[in-house]
């Protein structure tokens, strides 16, 4: 089945030490996000790319970075976690830009910061 | 900006009650609107949307949504509750190109 996979599931990481979330999708889809979702809270859109072009949202913090090295693949980068960084990472696809187009969203990353 | 409140963070109902869960959004103009599923271990799932026309939205597993513009409401109901419903459901606004905002969530428990 097509489909958006996360990898891994679950990543502890230590308060300062960079951290990668994976994500990989199958549907050949040109748009790919990422969302923050804290405990009890709304997912945030924290960028997306639309093929390789990257739009980053106006509050997300200059520790999260991503990497789109070509269609399947799409990275999440924290290059120094904090604590308030501990969230679930979604990442998204979508064949098109805009919200016509339905958004496929992974399982998520739980991310841990120790 | 546009934004979403889903007033019950939590609602319990038995299976085969019937369900409303509650949405409120604030927005200038008129809204792309969306429901979605979030099951435990999983991603978020779309069951329905509008974007025009009929205000009466029938979406996936047996859920439909009313918009009513006067109350700036996009209610989702389910005439009858299964066990399988127990998830988290999320309402989200729509502007501009991929501005989505989300709903905290309501959790439903479906009691037996």
């Not at chain 1, 990497?67 to 999440?76: A, H, V």
């Not at chain 2, 859920?63 to 009858?80: D, G, T, V």
Request: proline share 5%; net charge neutral.
């Amino acid at each position: 089945d097509a489909m958006v996979i996360q990898n891994p599931r679950y990543q502890v990481t230590q308060f300062g030490k960079p951290v990668t979330l994976s994500c990989s999708q199958t549907l050949n889809h040109n748009v790919m996000y990422w969302y923050q979702q804290k405990s009890s809270q709304a997912p945030k859109l924290l960028f997306h790319y639309y093929d390789k072009d990257f739009n980053n949202e106006a509050d997300t913090p200059d520790n999260f970075q991503s990497r789109r090295p070509n269609t399947s693949f799409c990275f999440l980068d924290i290059r120094s976690p904090g604590l308030g960084d501990a969230a679930m990472y979604l990442c998204a696809t979508s064949r098109g830009g805009g919200l016509l187009y339905e958004q496929y969203f992974g399982p998520g990353t739980r991310l841990t910061v120790t | 900006a546009q934004s979403v409140t889903q007033p019950d963070i939590h609602i319990t109902v038995s299976e085969g009650a019937s369900l409303e869960l509650r949405c409120n959004y604030s927005y200038g103009a008129t809204p792309y609107l969306f429901w979605y599923v979030q099951s435990p271990g999983q991603g978020l799932q779309l069951l329905l949307k509008y974007f025009s026309g009929d205000t009466l939205v029938q979406g996936i597993k047996g859920f439909e949504a009313e918009f009513k513009r006067s109350q700036s409401s996009f209610n989702l109901r389910k005439p009858s509750v299964h066990w399988s419903d127990a998830a988290e459901y999320f309402c989200a606004v729509g502007a501009g190109d991929n501005d989505m905002r989300f709903g905290a969530g309501t959790r439903l428990t479906v009691k037996p």
